[in-house]
C-alpha cells in the first residue's frame, strides 16, 4: 500500500509558505507512477489521440493561416507520439501491444471531448493536452533512472499550450460570444479529463472507490488548468 | 509560345530502342514549370491536402497498427509541407498569400476524390500522391539553379508509396472482393487527377483548349501511374 493511502485522512496540509503546496501534490502523482512501459505506451496513445483531434480541427479551420498554425502543433504532437513508440521498441516492446489496453477507453473519452464546432475541438484540444501532458510529466517524476528527464523533456514543456492557446486568443477576440460558450465547454472537459489522468496513475484496487483521498493528488493538475484558462480571459 | 506547342503536330516519336520514351515528356514537363515559388506554393497546399486526406484516413483505420502506420506517413506528408513553406518563407514569401490562390481548386478536388470509406480515400492518397508528387519532381526540372535537386530531395523520394503500396496489398491480401472496387475507383481518378497536374504546371492560355498537343506532356505520370496500380496487382 503507498504511504499517501496510509491514512483516511487527508495529510496536514502544508503552511502557506510553500509556495502553491506544489509539492505536495507533486510527490503525490509520482508515488502513482505505473511501470514504464505502461506509462509510455499510454502518453503514446494519447499523443495519437490529441493528434487526430488537431488534425480534425486541421481540416475544418475557417481560414488557411489557422490551418498552418495547427499543422505545426499537429505535427509536435506526432514526433512526441513517435518518439515514445520509438523509446517503447528500442526497449523491446511492440507498439501497437503496448498501446492495445488503453485505445478503447481513450477513444470513448475522446468522442465525448470532442466539441460540437471548430472551436470546441480546438478547446479540448487545449484542456486535455494541458492537464494530461502535465499528468505524465508528474508521474514519471515517479520512474527510476533517466526516465523523469526524458519524459519532461518530451512532454514538459509548453511549445503546444501556448500555440493553441494563440490561435483561441485570436478566435475569442474575433467572436467575444465564444468566449461564455468555450469556458462552459471547458468546465465540461475538466471532470473527464481528470479520470483520464486518473486512468494513467497506478492507483491500487482498493482505492478505487475512495475519491476523497485521491483528490490532493490532482490539486496541481486542477491549478494549472485554472491558469492556462485565465491566459485566455477565461474562468475555469 | 513553348517549343513544345510550336507545331500542332505530335514532335516525331523517338524510336523504341530509348526506353519507354521517358525523356521526351519529362523535357516537356519541365518546359512547363511555372515561377518557382508558385510551384512551391503549389506542392505546398498539394501536401496539406495530402495530409488531410491521409489523417482522415487514420482516424477511420481498421486496427491500431495501420492507424500507427498511417501516422508515419502522415508525419512524412506534413514534413514536406513545412520544408516547403519554409523554403517559401526563407524566400521572403508568406506561405498563406502563395498558397491562397490554388486552395479552391484543390479543395475541390479533394472533395470529389476522397472516396466512399476507408480504403478508397487510402486509394486516393496513393493515387494522387503518386501522379502529383511526380509531376511537381518533373516541372521542377525545368527551374533554374539548385531548385530541381532540392524539390527531387524532397519529392521525389517513394517512401510514401511504398507505405501506402503495403497497406493497401495487405487489405486486398485480406479482402480480395476489393480489388476491382479500388481499380475502379482509381480509374475515377486519374482523369481529375491529371487536371489538377496540368494546373499545375504553366500553360499558355491559348493552349488551354488544345488538349491533343498537351496528352504526351503526361505520358510519363500516367506511365508511372500504371505501375503503381500493377504492384498492387490492379489494372490502371
Known sequence: MLNLF??????????????RGENVSRVGLAQLAPEPHRLYAHAAYLQ????????????????LSTKLALSWVANTVLDRHHA????????????????TPFAASIDAFHERAEGADWAEVLMSAYVVSGILDDCVVQLAEGLPGDYPEKVTELLG?????????????????????????????????????????RSIADIPQDTVADDERLEPVFTDLVADHTRRMDNLGLTA
Not at 495519437?48 to 480534425?56: A, G, W
Open 6 to 19: 496510509g491514512s483516511r485522512r487527508r495529510p496536514p496540509q502544508p503552511s502557506r509558505s510553500r509556495p
Open 48 to 63: 495519437l489521440s490529441l493528434f487526430e483531434t488537431l488534425s480534425r480541427a486541421m481540416v475544418s479551420s475557417p481560414s
Open 157 to 197: 514543456g509548453n511549445d503546444v499550450s501556448t500555440a493553441l492557446a494563440a490561435i483561441l486568443s485570436n478566435e475569442i477576440e474575433a467572436t467575444p460570444p465564444l468566449a461564455s460558450r468555450l469556458a462552459l465547454w471547458g468546465r465540461r472537459l475538466v471532470g473527464d479529463t481528470l479520470l483520464v489522468a
Open 84 to 99: 515514445l513508440t520509438d523509446q517503447l521498441e528500442r526497449e523491446g516492446q511492440n507498439p501497437v501491444e503496448a498501446m
